[in-house]
C-alpha cells in the first residue's frame, strides 16, 4: 500500500527505507558505506564490489518491504548495519493485472535556486537573465499474473520502463559554450512462476532483467564534450526456492540464485590520450573504458522445527562469485599542462608538463566467498515472555585480502527478548544484545591487488603528441615522480557491530501504537586507508624511505559510535486511514565514510582528529506519511520528511603543516560545524473510477510543494570568499502526473 498510494519519487522501493527511525540516508547506526545488505526473495540482491544494490525491479511487483536497521535474527548476516529485505508478488486463483504511466518536465516544477540567483543569498535574477533546464521524464509499467491451473501453478510478470533526458552545461573557455543532452534509461523485467506439487512441497522460479543506460555522462564545466561516456549495467537474475514440509511440526527452504551482473563504460574516442589543462579537460578519462562482470552462485538451506514452545531454525548460506573485467587505468596515458595556449611544436611552453601511462596489466580476475552457519531459537518460556539465542558463523575468502579466519569476531552470538508485563498482548518490553559482521567489499582487493600489477610510469617534459619521441627542447626524464603503491594489511578482521537495544511498544486503542527504543552500536575493525610511507609533516617533501612514494595499506582499524532514542507512532489502515510518524534523536561518531577513508594529514593525532560526526550525523529526524480516503472516491496521501544541520569541515586551503597534502583541518576535529537543515512535503491527490473488474485512477503528486531550499555542499575553505556558503541547493517544487488501471 505504501509503495502503491504514497508520493515517491521514481517508484525507487529503496526510498521507503527513510520511514524506518534510525536510517540516515542509506546508512545507519553511523556505518560507513557498504555496511548493509539487500534482500529480494530471501536471496542477495548485493555487488559486493562495493556491497551495493545489484538490480532494481519493478515498483508494483513488490508484496513487502522491509527494513531492519537493529536485533535481526541470527540467520541474518553480512550487514553491521541494516537490512532491507523485499518479497515479490505471486500469482493467484484470479486473473489480476495493471497498467501504471507517470510523466514530468520543467514546465511545471520549480527552478533551482543557483539557476535564478547569482550566488547565496543573493538577488533574484531577472526572467531574462535564466531559462528553466529542460528535461522530459517518463515512467512507465505493467503487471499481470493468474492462474495456470487453479491451486496448483501461478505466473505473475511486471515490467517498468524509464525514459529520461536533461541537459548538461559546457563552460570550458577553451570550447564553444553548449549543451548536451544526457539521457537515462532502463528497463526492468520480473517473472515468476509458482508450482504447488503437494501440500508439502512448493516450488517458485523469479527470472529479473535490469538494464539501466546513462548516456553522455562526464561532460559538464571545464569537462568537455569529447570527455563524454556512457555507463550500462546488465542484470540477469533466475533464482529457484523449493519449501518443503517434512512433518507437521518442520518446514525445510531451499533456495539457489545465478545472478549476471555487467558493468560497462564505453567512452566515444577509446584510443584517445587523457588531457588536463587548466581550464579545460579533453579526450577520455584517465580510467575509462572499464567493464566489470560479476557472477554470483548462491545457495540457502533453512530447516525449522516447530517443538512445544520452541521454534528452532538452523541453515546455512553459501555465495561463490567471480568478478573480473578490465580497466583501462593511463591507456593509452595522461598529458598534464600548465598552460591554456595552443600546443606550438616550435614553442617550448606549449609543450605538457609530464605524461602518465600503464606499461602493465589492465585485466583482472577476483573470486570471492561468501559463507554463513547459524542457529537460532525462540524459546516461549511463559505466555508473557519470549526469549531469542543465535549464533552465527560467518568465512569470508576474497583475493588479495588476508582475512584471519580464526578470529573469534567471525562468531555473532545475539540475545533478544520480549516481554507483555500486563498481560494483555497489547504491551510489548523488548531487548537485546549480539554482534554483526559485514562481509569485506570486493573492491579492496581489486585495489590493491590491480594497482600492484600496474606498472604506472611517469615521463617529465615529454613530446607532444607523441610521447614515446624525444622533446626537440628538453630531453625527456623518465620514472622523475613516484608512483603510489597499495596493499592490504595481513590478518585483517571482518568489520562489526556489537549493538544493545531496550525499548517497547503499547497499542493505545485498536489499530494505533506507540513505540520508544534505546540503541547503542559501537562498530569496529572497519577498512580505512592508511599510508606507511608519508611525507613527514613539516618537511614538505622528505620520506622515511625518500626511495618510494606513498605506500597505501587497507587497514582494520576504523570505528564508530551510534547512540540513539527511537519514538514510532502508527496506525494501521483502517476506517480509510493510516499513519506513520517515526523521530530519531541521534549522536553519530566515526573516523571512517567508507573503505577508501583516509586521513586528512600525516601528524601524530591525525586519526583522533578525524574521528568526528559522520557526514550524515543529524540530532534530530523525524518522518511523517499518511494515507486518507475523501468523498466521491478521491484520496489524499503525504510524505513529510525532516532533518536538522548535518555537520561540515572547515579547512585550509593550503598545506600548513607542510606533509604534501592541503586542506589541512581548520578545526580540532572532524566536521565540527554544522551546516544547514532539510524538509520537504511531497503530497498526492487522487481519484479513483470503479467500473465492474476495472479500476481507474488519475492522480498528481507534488515533491518538495512548499518548494523549500534544502541547501548544502558547504564551501569549506577557510579565509576564502564564500567560506562557509552552500554551493548546492536540492530539488525544488517538482509535479508529476500519472494514471493507472486495475483490472
Same mark, same amino acid.
Given at each position: 500500500t505504501k509503495i502503491e498510494d504514497l508520493p515517491i519519487l521514481d517508484r525507487n522501493f529503496g526510498s521507503l527505507a527513510l520511514m524506518k527511525a534510525g536510517v540516515q540516508g542509506t546508512r545507519s547506526n553511523a556505518q560507513p558505506g557498504g555496511s548493509e545488505e539487500i534482500i529480494v526473495d530471501g536471496v542477495s540482491d548485493e555487488w559486493v564490489g562495493r556491497n551495493t544494490q545489484r538490480s532494481s525491479i519493478p515498483a508494483d511487483a513488490i508484496q513487502e518491504f522491509r527494513v531492519m536497521t537493529n536485533q535481526y535474527q541470527a540467520e541474518f548476516g553480512n550487514a553491521s548495519g541494516m537490512i532491507w529485505s523485499a518479497i515479490t508478488r505471486s500469482g493467484t486463483n484470479e486473473f489480476r493485472g495493471r497498467t501504471s504511466f507517470f510523466y514530468r518536465d520543467e514546465a511545471f516544477d520549480d527552478v533551482n535556486y543557483f539557476v535564478n540567483h547569482k550566488q547565496y543569498k543573493g538577488d533574484e535574477l531577472p526572467k531574462d537573465q535564466w531559462k528553466k533546464p529542460p528535461y522530459s521524464h517518463y515512467l512507465f509499467g505493467g503487471i499481470l499474473g493468474g492462474p495456470i491451473k487453479k491451486d496448483k501453478a501461478h505466473f505473475f510478470l511486471a515490467y517498468d520502463g524509464l525514459r529520461h533526458a536533461e541537459y548538461a552545461t559546457i563552460t570550458s573557455p577553451l570550447v564553444q559554450k553548449e549543451e548536451i543532452e544526457v539521457g537515462y534509461d532502463y528497463n526492468q523485467v520480473l517473472a515468476k512462476l509458482n508450482y504447488q506439487l503437494s501440500e508439502k512441497n512448493l516450488f517458485s522460479l523469479r527470472y529479473t532483467l535490469d538494464y539501466p543506460k546513462y548516456t553522455n555522462l562526464g561532460a559538464s564545466g571545464l569537462y568537455t564534450k569529447e570527455m563524454a561516456y556512457d555507463a550500462t549495467r546488465t542484470v540477469h537474475e533466475l533464482q529457484g526456492n523449493w519449501t518443503f514440509y517434512p512433518s507437521d511440526n518442520t518446514m525445510n527452504e531451499f533456495r539457489t540464485l545465478y545472478s549476471s551482473c555487467i558493468y560497462d563504460y564505453p567512452v566515444h574516442n577509446p584510443g584517445a590520450y587523457t588531457i588536463n589543462r587548466p581550464s579545460g579537460f579533453f579526450g577520455k578519462y584517465q580510467n575509462l573504458p572499464q567493464k566489470t562482470d560479476e557472477k554470483r552462485y548462491q545457495f540457502i538451506d533453512n530447516f525449522s522445527l516447530f517443538l512445544g514452545n520452541h521454534n528452532i531454525k538452523f541453515g546455512f548460506d553459501y555465495s561463490r562469485i567471480k568478478l573480473d573485467g578490465y580497466v583501462d587505468q593511463y591507456i593509452p596515458g595522461t598529458f598534464i599542462f600548465t598552460t591554456d595556449k595552443p600546443f606550438n611544436a616550435a614553442d617550448f611552453s606549449t609543450y605538457p608538463l609530464m605524461f602518465i601511462y600503464n606499461a602493465g596489466i589492465r585485466d583482472f580476475d577476483f573470486p570471492y566467498t561468501e559463507a554463513g552457519f547459524f542457529a537460532q531459537d525462540s524459546w516461549r518460556i511463559h505466555r508473557r515472555l519470549t526469549l531469542n539465542f543465535g549464533l552465527r558463523w560467518n568465512y569470508y575468502y576474497c583475493k588479495d585480502i588476508d582475512i584471519r579466519h580464526s578470529d573469534l569476531r567471525h562468531l555473532n552470538p545475539r540475545f533478544g527478548f520480549s516481554w507483555d508485563p500486563i498481560g494483555d498482548g497489547k504491551t510489548s518490553i523488548r531487548g537485546g544484545v549480539g554482534t554483526f559482521s559485514q562481509n569485506p567489499q570486493l573492491n579492496i582487493g581489486l585495489i590493491a591487488g590491480l594497482m600492484t600489477l600496474m606498472d604506472i610510469r611517469t615521463i617529465l617534459f615529454p613530446n607532444y603528441p607523441d610521447p614515446k619521441k624525444p622533446n626537440p627542447f628538453f630531453p625527456p626524464i623518465p620514472g622523475v615522480i613516484t608512483v603510489d603503491q597499495y596493499a592490504t594489511e595481513p590478518n585483517i578482521a571482518p568489520p562489526y557491530t556489537v549493538q544493545t537495544t531496550l525499548g517497547g511498544e503499547r497499542e493505545i486503542v485498536t489499530d494505533f501504537s506507540l513505540g520508544a527504543d534505546l540503541v547503542w552500536a559501537k562498530g569496529s575493525c572497519f577498512t580505512r586507508l592508511e599510508n606507511f610511507n608519508p611525507i613527514i609533516p613539516g618537511?614538505?617533501?622528505?620520506?622515511?624511505?625518500?626511495?618510494?612514494?606513498? #605506500?597505501?595499506?587497507?587497514?582494520?582499524? +576504523?570505528?564508530?559510535?551510534?547512540?540513539?532514542?527511537?519514538?514510532?507512532?502508527?496506525?494501521?489502515?483502517?476506517? +480509510? $486511514?493510516?499513519?506513520?510518524?517515526?523521530?530519531?534523536?541521534?549522536?553519530? &561518531?566515526?573516523?571512517?565514510?567508507?573503505?577508501?577513508?583516509?586521513? $586528512?594529514?600525516?601528524?601524530?593525532?591525525? $586519526?583522533?582528529?578525524?574521528?568526528?560526526?559522520?557526514?550524515?550525523?543529524?540530532?534530530?529526524?523525524?518522518?511523517?506519511?499518511?494515507?486518507?480516503?475523501?468523498?466521491?472516491?478521491?484520496?489524499?496521501? @503525504?510524505?513529510?520528511?525532516?532533518?536538522?544541520?548535518?555537520?561540515?569541515?572547515?579547512?585550509?586551503?593550503?598545506?600548513?603543516?607542510?606533509? *604534501?597534502?592541503?586542506?589541512?583541518?581548520? !578545526?580540532?576535529?572532524?566536521?565540527?560545524?554544522? @551546516?544547514? !537543515?532539510?524538509?520537504?512535503? =511531497?503530497? #498526492?491527490? *487522487? &481519484?479513483?473510477?470503479?467500473?465492474?473488474?476495472? #479500476? %481507474?485512477?488519475?492522480?498528481?503528486? @507534488?515533491?518538495?510543494?512548499?518548494? &523549500?531550499?534544502?541547501?548544502?555542499?558547504?564551501?569549506?575553505?577557510? @579565509?576564502?570568499?564564500? %567560506?562557509? =556558503?552552500?554551493?548546492?541547493?536540492?530539488?525544488? #517544487?517538482?509535479?508529476?502526473?500519472?494514471?493507472?488501471? !486495475?483490472?
Amino acid at each position: 500500500t505504501k509503495i502503491e498510494d504514497l508520493p515517491i519519487l521514481d517508484r525507487n522501493f529503496g526510498s521507503l527505507a527513510l520511514m524506518k527511525a534510525g536510517v540516515q540516508g542509506t546508512r545507519s547506526n553511523a556505518q560507513p558505506g557498504g555496511s548493509e545488505e539487500i534482500i529480494v526473495d530471501g536471496v542477495s540482491d548485493e555487488w559486493v564490489g562495493r556491497n551495493t544494490q545489484r538490480s532494481s525491479i519493478p515498483a508494483d511487483a513488490i508484496q513487502e518491504f522491509r527494513v531492519m536497521t537493529n536485533q535481526y535474527q541470527a540467520e541474518f548476516g553480512n550487514a553491521s548495519g541494516m537490512i532491507w529485505s523485499a518479497i515479490t508478488r505471486s500469482g493467484t486463483n484470479e486473473f489480476r493485472g495493471r497498467t501504471s504511466f507517470f510523466y514530468r518536465d520543467e514546465a511545471f516544477d520549480d527552478v533551482n535556486y543557483f539557476v535564478n540567483h547569482k550566488q547565496y543569498k543573493g538577488d533574484e535574477l531577472p526572467k531574462d537573465q535564466w531559462k528553466k533546464p529542460p528535461y522530459s521524464h517518463y515512467l512507465f509499467g505493467g503487471i499481470l499474473g493468474g492462474p495456470i491451473k487453479k491451486d496448483k501453478a501461478h505466473f505473475f510478470l511486471a515490467y517498468d520502463g524509464l525514459r529520461h533526458a536533461e541537459y548538461a552545461t559546457i563552460t570550458s573557455p577553451l570550447v564553444q559554450k553548449e549543451e548536451i543532452e544526457v539521457g537515462y534509461d532502463y528497463n526492468q523485467v520480473l517473472a515468476k512462476l509458482n508450482y504447488q506439487l503437494s501440500e508439502k512441497n512448493l516450488f517458485s522460479l523469479r527470472y529479473t532483467l535490469d538494464y539501466p543506460k546513462y548516456t553522455n555522462l562526464g561532460a559538464s564545466g571545464l569537462y568537455t564534450k569529447e570527455m563524454a561516456y556512457d555507463a550500462t549495467r546488465t542484470v540477469h537474475e533466475l533464482q529457484g526456492n523449493w519449501t518443503f514440509y517434512p512433518s507437521d511440526n518442520t518446514m525445510n527452504e531451499f533456495r539457489t540464485l545465478y545472478s549476471s551482473c555487467i558493468y560497462d563504460y564505453p567512452v566515444h574516442n577509446p584510443g584517445a590520450y587523457t588531457i588536463n589543462r587548466p581550464s579545460g579537460f579533453f579526450g577520455k578519462y584517465q580510467n575509462l573504458p572499464q567493464k566489470t562482470d560479476e557472477k554470483r552462485y548462491q545457495f540457502i538451506d533453512n530447516f525449522s522445527l516447530f517443538l512445544g514452545n520452541h521454534n528452532i531454525k538452523f541453515g546455512f548460506d553459501y555465495s561463490r562469485i567471480k568478478l573480473d573485467g578490465y580497466v583501462d587505468q593511463y591507456i593509452p596515458g595522461t598529458f598534464i599542462f600548465t598552460t591554456d595556449k595552443p600546443f606550438n611544436a616550435a614553442d617550448f611552453s606549449t609543450y605538457p608538463l609530464m605524461f602518465i601511462y600503464n606499461a602493465g596489466i589492465r585485466d583482472f580476475d577476483f573470486p570471492y566467498t561468501e559463507a554463513g552457519f547459524f542457529a537460532q531459537d525462540s524459546w516461549r518460556i511463559h505466555r508473557r515472555l519470549t526469549l531469542n539465542f543465535g549464533l552465527r558463523w560467518n568465512y569470508y575468502y576474497c583475493k588479495d585480502i588476508d582475512i584471519r579466519h580464526s578470529d573469534l569476531r567471525h562468531l555473532n552470538p545475539r540475545f533478544g527478548f520480549s516481554w507483555d508485563p500486563i498481560g494483555d498482548g497489547k504491551t510489548s518490553i523488548r531487548g537485546g544484545v549480539g554482534t554483526f559482521s559485514q562481509n569485506p567489499q570486493l573492491n579492496i582487493g581489486l585495489i590493491a591487488g590491480l594497482m600492484t600489477l600496474m606498472d604506472i610510469r611517469t615521463i617529465l617534459f615529454p613530446n607532444y603528441p607523441d610521447p614515446k619521441k624525444p622533446n626537440p627542447f628538453f630531453p625527456p626524464i623518465p620514472g622523475v615522480i613516484t608512483v603510489d603503491q597499495y596493499a592490504t594489511e595481513p590478518n585483517i578482521a571482518p568489520p562489526y557491530t556489537v549493538q544493545t537495544t531496550l525499548g517497547g511498544e503499547r497499542e493505545i486503542v485498536t489499530d494505533f501504537s506507540l513505540g520508544a527504543d534505546l540503541v547503542w552500536a559501537k562498530g569496529s575493525c572497519f577498512t580505512r586507508l592508511e599510508n606507511f610511507n608519508p611525507i613527514i609533516p613539516g618537511t614538505s617533501t622528505k620520506r622515511k624511505d625518500p626511495t618510494k612514494g606513498n #605506500r597505501w595499506t587497507f587497514t582494520d582499524n +576504523g570505528r564508530s559510535d551510534y547512540k540513539a532514542i527511537y519514538l514510532t507512532l502508527t496506525k494501521r489502515f483502517s476506517h +480509510g $486511514w493510516a499513519l506513520d510518524v517515526s523521530y530519531t534523536l541521534s549522536k553519530s &561518531k566515526a573516523d571512517v565514510e567508507t573503505e577508501q577513508t583516509s586521513a $586528512w594529514g600525516y601528524d601524530p593525532d591525525a $586519526w583522533d582528529r578525524a574521528y568526528g560526526p559522520t557526514n550524515n550525523d543529524a540530532r534530530h529526524r523525524m518522518l511523517v506519511s499518511g494515507i486518507v480516503n475523501l468523498p466521491f472516491g478521491f484520496q489524499l496521501s @503525504g510524505l513529510f520528511y525532516y532533518r536538522s544541520k548535518t555537520p561540515w569541515n572547515a579547512v585550509y586551503p593550503t598545506d600548513i603543516n607542510k606533509d *604534501s597534502l592541503s586542506l589541512d583541518y581548520y !578545526d580540532k576535529y572532524r566536521n565540527s560545524r554544522r @551546516g544547514f !537543515d532539510e524538509y520537504y512535503l =511531497n503530497l #498526492r491527490i *487522487s &481519484k479513483y473510477v470503479t467500473i465492474d473488474r476495472f #479500476r %481507474f485512477q488519475i492522480f498528481a503528486e @507534488g515533491y518538495n510543494i512548499t518548494n &523549500k531550499v534544502n541547501f548544502d555542499s558547504v564551501y569549506n575553505r577557510y @579565509g576564502m570568499t564564500n %567560506f562557509g =556558503n552552500p554551493t548546492v541547493a536540492g530539488a525544488p #517544487r517538482q509535479i508529476q502526473f500519472g494514471a493507472r488501471l !486495475d483490472f
